[in-house]
Structure formats: C-alpha cells, structure tokens
C-alpha cells in the first residue's frame, strides 16, 4: 500500500511553523496601542456628505453680530472633495462659525472627567480665531462652556490638536468648531476628537489623617515685621509690608518696616520703608515689580475730630533691587484703596480714605506705559464712593466686578454688588447678594478657571452693629446675561477659644480664600466678632462641584484681624498675621500642606521653551510624565482678605507625549499681563512645583 | 500526527486568536488624513454613542445661529504669518434691562465717614487697641468680656461713654 504523499513536505511545515513563531513573538512585543487611538466621535468628519440645505451633515453656519461673511463648501480639501470655508470682510463685531449641530444625533457624546483630544486641519489667512467648545447639561440644556487654542495663520494645511480640560459634572454631550472673528478666511476639514483620558495611578497614601485633611506646621521662627499686606515676589519670595503696623507708637517713631521672606531658607531681609504703608493697596504690575499705593497719613484722634487719613504717596517695589522707588503721586489720599490690574497692565484703585478721613471718591488711574498716576481730570470719573477695600474683580470684557466684599462700613446704598465700566463711566447694580451690610472682611475670589467667570463671595460681618460673623457664600456666574448671585453652600462650622463648637449660623469675616493648583479653593482662618473669638476651621471648596469639603487641617495660630493665607510657588499655603482688639500681634508663621502633597510624586517641569509668552500663543513645556492639566496662578497680593487680582488661568493642552504645549488665551483680561506661577497636574492629582512665567 | 505537526498546529491556532484578539481589541484609529481618511463619515456616524436623548428647555437653549455672541475689543489684527491674535471677548453680562447709572456730579461737600468706621470706640485705650463700639450680642458683663479677650489696663482717652469706668481713676474695669 502506498503511502499518500504529504500536502506539504517536513520542510514546508518547519517554514510555516518558523512563521508563526515570529509573528506571534512581534505580536507580543508590540507596545501598548497609544492613548489617543480611540474612535473618531465625529460625525461627518470630513464633510462629505451633504444634507439637504448643501450645507455638511450635522453642521451648522452659526455665529453673530452685523459682519460680512461667507460660508462655503471649497473643493481646496484637506482630503476627501470638500472642505468648509468661512470668509469674514467686515469683521468688528461678532464672528462666525461651522459647529457641529446641537442635537442628539449629530452632537458627540462625553462622559464627565473624561478628557478629549479635539482635532481639525485648518488654513486660516487671519489669526483671530478660537477654537470654541459648548457642552450640554442636563439642566441647563445647551451653554457655553470654553474656547481653547488660537489657531495660527497658515496657508498649507495644518493640522491642530487640543486637549479638553476634564468635562464638567452633568455634561453628557459637546459641540464644537473653530470660531472666525476677523477679516480673513478659515477652512477646515477632517475633525477628530478621540477620547483621551488617561489611567489614574494607584492613590494609596500612607500619611494617615494628612492625606485627607492636609497638615499645618508653625515655623519655628516669627516674622519680623507686622505682617500685614503679602506680596507673593516673581522670584517667589514674599513682601511682608507692615508699615507702623497699627502701632502708634510706631508711628509716632516713625518706624515703618517691610521685610523680604524667602521660603526656602526661612530668612526675613529688612527694606527700608519710606513711609507708613499700612493700610495701602498693592499690585504686581506687568514686569513683576509692586505698585504700592496710599497708606495711612495718621490714625484717628481720640476726641473723635478726625478718623484715620489716606496718604497720596505711592511707591514701586522693585524684587531684584529690594528697594521703593517713589512715583508720582496719587490724586487721593487712599486709606484701604483697592487695587485691580487690568487687561493692559495699567491699574484701577477705588475707595478709601482720603487725607480728611472722607471717603475717597476718585477713580485713580495708573498709566503702566507713563509709569504715572494720571491726573483727576485725565481718569474717567465717576464719583461714587466705592467704601473700603472695595473688591473690584477684572471681567473678561475689561469691567469691573464689584463683588461686594469690602472692609468696615455699614449701610451702604445699593445691592451690596454691580458692575463697574470705566471706560463709560457707568455702573449698573448686581441682585442676589445675601446680608450685603454683613459683609465686612468676607473674601471673594474668581473661581478656578478664570475663563468660567464666576465668583464666590464667602462669609463676612459687620464691625458697627458687631453680629455673629455669618457662614453664608453666594455665588454668580458672569457669564450669564443677566448675573445674580445665587445662594451657594455654607461655610462649615469650627471651634472657637477653648474648642467651643460653633453653633446655629454663627460663621467668619476676616476668612481667607486660596486657590490652589489643583483648581480646589482652600478656605481658612477668620473669627466670629470684631477682632474678637478666632474661628479654628478650614475647608475645600471644589468649583466643580460647588461644594465644601468640612474637616481640613486647622491653622493652630489664630488668624482674624490683620491676617492673611496664600499659596507658595511649591504648591503650600502660608499664613501671617493676627492683630486682636487687645492691641497685640501674633507673627506666628504657618504653612499647610494639602493633602495633594501626601498623594504621590510631583510631577516635574523638565523644560520650557521661553518663559516669556504672548497672548494666543503655544509654549511648549517637557515633562515627566503623563499630566492632568496646566495652569497659571497669578502671585498673591492681599490684606484684609482682600485680593481680587488671585486668578487661576486653565491652559488647554495640545499633548504629544511627554512635550506639551500649553494654549494661552488670546484675552489679556483673563490673564493681565505679568508675572504667573506655571503649575501642571499630574493624573495622581499632585501639583509641580511651579515654573515663573511672563505674559503679555 | 507528528510532533512537528502539532507544534505547528499549535502555534497557527495561537497566532490565529491572538490575531483575532488583535483584531477584535484594537479600537479604530483617529483618522490619519496625511495618509489617507482612516474614518469615513459613514462609520464616523456609526461610532456615534447612543445615549439617551437629553431634554434641551427650549427657553435655554441658545438659537442655533446665536451661539455665545462675541466681541473683538479692538480691531481684527492684521493678517500675517506671524499676526497676533486679537483678544477674543465674550459678550456676557450685557444686563439687558438694567440702567445704567452715570457719573455723578462731582460733590462739592466731603463723604463723610465716622471717625469710628473700624468699630472701635476711640475714647478707650491706645489707638492700638479696639474697645468696640458695640458688643457682642448676649454679652451683659462687658468687663468680664474685656479681660476674658486679653484687654489690660486701658485708659479712659476721652470720655467715659459706655461706663466702663465707674470709679473715674481713669483706668476701665480695674474695680
């Protein structure tokens, strides 16, 4: 019997079998698919299929305002037949844009916290444009959300890529495009956007209670002087101003007193002080040096002939030469001036004291070009007494918010908040704010990120009629058309002296307000009356969420009159100052450390391509690993819980691996120009220490 | 059924699930359009999640043409390679509805603010120190709340307003 013949000789077999060892061997020693290989979420992506209008299914020609424009379909495509063009030849007011349609069908699908990798090929012959996103809450219906990247004049096809920040509870859809909102003409074609979440690393914590809670150490050493203004310095020491120090015998000495803390060594440096700078305004201006302005010409009489008087001098700090410089001086006298940064660097102070202890009624102007203060008739004035320490917030349209956080004073007309249009000379009322006469040493901040507009004002009192501090925050969206402020969540409650429990609605003025790298607002310090029963109690506020979390480690020192808390450039919060009715002064120095800090490694900044950045523009940064989220923080400059320049700016990121390049704005008015503290996020929620970068 | 052969079949059967497995795992590339679309907009749709259909309040929901109105706050910049962009300003809070109140008349009388604006009673103690002008609520013994809050031998600066003083030596709550 014959044996049949094999289908395939031993050595045809060995060959095969040799193949497929070495495909599998390649199989397994490919690496991991990459992050953003997900799927494609748009729909008609590269815009060749036409609905019944001519226009791309799922898109639509939307926009605004009275401006030439043309949309179009352009056979010029990146692939495919066609591409969409918008022309713009009368721009100036509005823009235009092709957006994804905002419905169920058309509009991708998100999942909040989630992050996405939002792609486009574009030509552009203008570089006013924005790449604009609007997200779909599930009770709000559709609403703006944020605009990420300016895309670059271009006249080949070009390829950009921004990474969303994390998308917000209560979001289940998004829409986006790219915005055209100058003479020129935009073409796009062939959208992604690819889901781009990234593996959040293991977050077990072994520092107990700190992991939750965070943890205060008082230093070992006081401050020198009276701590009361802090300015956080662009080579990340701090300006301790104390002036007299609501000392009259300093005073009457004329012994006024500054000092330089450096962080890093725990060493105060004395700077001559050339005048009694207690109760002025101060504000990094554009080139990092300090505008000091008013001060207190004298303290109140006690046969009640005068109060205290606002000094005209004003005053440069200047960080690399520790020394004041003396301009001009200010039209006013200003005893607790308030001091605004604005888009072009120049600066606003409003309210105060004058040298007759009146109110001070004068908008006073300082030009940052001239290096001057401007004269009365030169600033737009409107005359209106704006009280003391007004907190005047810089909107992205260039006014001003007047939060209605301010210092003393009882009684005031109006709702408590407005806004406030220099250029006009205008100032129309703001509803909603809660016990507006109470809010005396409250604190308010522009919630993390600055591009969402909106604004908590927390706690406060009253030093006349001398109520229990209350525990009240309100919150207001300056995005709305019509802002009000709306009831937000109470402050948590603490103990007083001799771990009394607070109780019913008692809460605190004199409170701080920090924000933080990690876009949490920390909360600290305060007492419940008039320089009087310091409140033991800290807490968390997630802008995310809209709420506190109670618990957080307690100041041991006490903070109300005359102290303040800020954030460190290695991601800490300090703490200076307690000035009681007693007459005394604590110069105790606390720092905190969140519980980010217990969390796992710090994410480094290992590169950076210039620390000087323009406005809508992309700078790259190198890094360790994968990061969360990028943002600049603007320097403290604060007293009397009073700091309405702190701002946290979210920098979209363009990421290509370990390399990323970070969008800033192209809106001044969201970041004025100056000095920033650079913090990137790693996915284990810790913040770097941060890089000192220049904008504008 | 030689050895070799099982061997071979073996590892086929392995390279075969494992190409599967590959196959099945890998979720489409993002379109690679340098090289080629990688997403038709047919499959792009088809990637589309179906979800539930979110209710949009129609009195919320922007018309689909009017999109977060915009601004420029100066001129377009010129276009160039190199052109900065003018900044991108939203128009919100346009407050439609409310007046605005203009600038006042410069006052010709001062605005006044009591000399005791820092809620403290300047007839006591050192400018340095603060007997309140009012206060706390529920406090009947303000001599006990005095020493309780650290205050020591403070003077009468001016007159005895709220009693403090009732032996007149000129010191409060020293009796």
Request: aromatic share 8%; glycine share 10%; with cysteine.
């Amino acid at each position: 019997m014959n044996r049949s013949r094999p289908l395939m000789s031993r050595s045809n077999r060995l060959h095969i079998a040799q193949f497929l060892v070495l495909t599998l061997v390649l199989f397994l020693a490919l690496p991991d698919r990459p992050a953003s290989a997900g799927a494609n979420l748009i729909a008609n992506p590269g815009l060749e299929s036409l609905a019944a209008d001519g226009f791309p299914v799922c898109w639509e020609q939307s926009g605004w305002g009275a401006n030439g424009h043309t949309f179009a379909l352009s056979t010029d495509a990146h692939s495919g037949a066609r591409s969409m063009s918008v022309t713009l030849t009368t721009a100036g007011q509005g823009d235009r844009k092709a957006m994804m349609l905002e419905d169920t069908s058309c509009a991708p699908n998100v999942t909040p916290g989630h992050q996405y990798d939002l792609s486009a090929w574009y030509k552009t012959t203008t570089a006013n444009t924005v790449m604009t996103v609007f997200r779909h809450d599930v009770a709000q219906g559709w609403v703006y959300w944020t605009d990420l990247a300016t895309l670059p004049v271009t006249t080949t096809w070009t390829k950009r890529t921004v990474r969303t920040p994390q998308i917000p509870a209560n979001t289940d859809q998004i829409v986006w495009g790219v915005t055209i909102y100058g003479n020129g003409t935009l073409k796009t074609d062939d959208y992604t956007m690819v889901d781009a979440t990234q593996t959040v690393p293991d977050e077990s914590c072994s520092a107990g209670d700190k992991c939750v809670k965070g943890d205060w150490q008082v230093m070992p050493f006081q401050s020198s002087v009276r701590a009361i203004h802090a300015v956080v310095l662009r080579n990340g020491n701090v300006l301790l101003i104390a002036g007299s120090g609501n000392d009259p015998a300093a005073f009457a000495a004329k012994t006024f007193t500054t000092a330089i803390y450096k962080p890093g060594t725990g060493q105060f440096t004395a700077v001559p002080t050339p005048e009694d700078l207690f109760c002025s305004g101060h504000v990094q201006l554009k080139d990092g040096r300090v505008l000091v302005m008013g001060g207190n010409k004298d303290y109140p009489a006690a046969d009640g002939s005068h109060g205290y008087k606002g000094l005209k001098n004003s005053y440069i700090f200047d960080p690399a030469t520790s020394a004041y410089t003396r301009v001009n001086d200010m039209t006013a006298g200003s005893w607790y001036p308030s001091a605004t940064v604005l888009g072009n660097g120049d600066v606003i102070s409003l309210g105060g004291l004058g040298e007759d202890s009146h109110g001070m009624v004068a908008t006073q102007y300082f030009n940052s070009a001239q290096q001057r203060w401007l004269g009365l008739n030169e600033a737009n004035q409107t005359w209106n007494f704006w009280g003391l320490y007004p907190s005047m917030i810089l909107m992205q349209d260039g006014r001003l918010f007047y939060t209605g956080s301010h210092v003393f004073g009882n009684g005031t007309p109006g709702s408590g908040a407005s806004i406030y249009d220099y250029p006009t000379s205008t100032i129309t009322p703001v509803p909603g704010l809660r016990k507006k006469d109470e809010r005396d040493q409250s604190m308010s901040v522009l919630l993390p990120p600055a591009q969402d507009q909106k604004v908590l004002t927390m706690g406060g009192g009253n030093i006349e009629t001398n109520p229990d501090a209350h525990r009240l925050t309100d919150l207001i969206d300056l995005k709305q058309a019509s802002p009000a402020y709306t009831a937000g969540p109470q402050i948590p409650q603490g103990t007083m002296t001799g771990g009394v429990a607070q109780t019913g609605d008692q809460g605190k003025m004199y409170v701080s307000a920090v924000l933080l790298p990690d876009g949490k607002v920390f909360e600290t310090g305060g007492a419940l009356h008039n320089r009087a029963d310091p409140v033991y109690e800290a807490s968390m506020y997630d802008p995310a969420t809209n709420t506190f979390t109670a618990g957080m480690a307690t100041d041991p020192v006490p903070r109300g009159y005359h102290s303040s808390a800020f954030l460190l450039p290695d991601g800490r919060v300090m703490a200076v100052g307690d000035n009681p009715g007693n007459g005394t002064f604590d110069k105790r120095v606390s720092v905190y450390s969140p519980p980010y800090l217990f969390k796992g490694a710090r994410p480094q900044i290992t590169g950076l391509s210039t620390p000087n950045w323009a406005y809508g523009s992309s700078n790259t940064i190198t890094v360790d690993g994968p990061i969360l989220k990028a943002e600049l923080i603007r320097p403290a400059a604060v007293t009397h819980s009073s700091d309405p320049n702190q701002r946290f700016v979210d920098l979209p990121m363009t990421v290509n691996g370990n390399s990323i390049s970070l969008n800033l704005t192209s809106n001044p008015n969201l970041a004025p120009p100056g000095w920033y503290m650079l913090f990137v996020v790693g996915t284990n929620g810790v913040p770097s220490v941060a890089k000192w970068v220049k904008v504008g | 059924m030689t050895r070799t052969r099982i061997a071979a079949l073996s590892l086929a059967a392995a390279a075969l699930v494992s190409g599967a497995t590959w196959a099945l795992t890998t979720r489409p590339a993002p379109a690679t359009f340098g090289e080629g679309r990688g997403t038709t907009e047919v499959a792009a749709q088809q990637t589309l999640p179906a979800g539930p259909s979110p209710v949009v309040p129609s009195s919320v929901a922007p018309p689909a043409t009017e999109k977060a109105p915009a601004v420029t706050e100066k001129a377009p910049g010129k276009a160039g390679k190199h052109a900065t962009p003018a900044p991108f300003v939203q128009t919100f809070a346009a407050q439609p509805g409310v007046t605005r109140q203009k600038a006042k008349r410069k006052p010709t009388a001062p605005v006044k603010v009591a000399p005791t604006v820092d809620g403290c009673d300047r007839n006591y103690g050192t400018v340095a120190q603060c007997i309140p002008v009012r206060f706390p609520e529920g406090v009947t013994d303000k001599c006990a709340w005095l020493r309780d809050h650290g205050y020591q031998a403070v003077k009468v600066a001016a007159k005895d307003r709220q009693g403090l003083d009732p032996d007149h030596n000129g010191v409060i709550c020293d009796r």
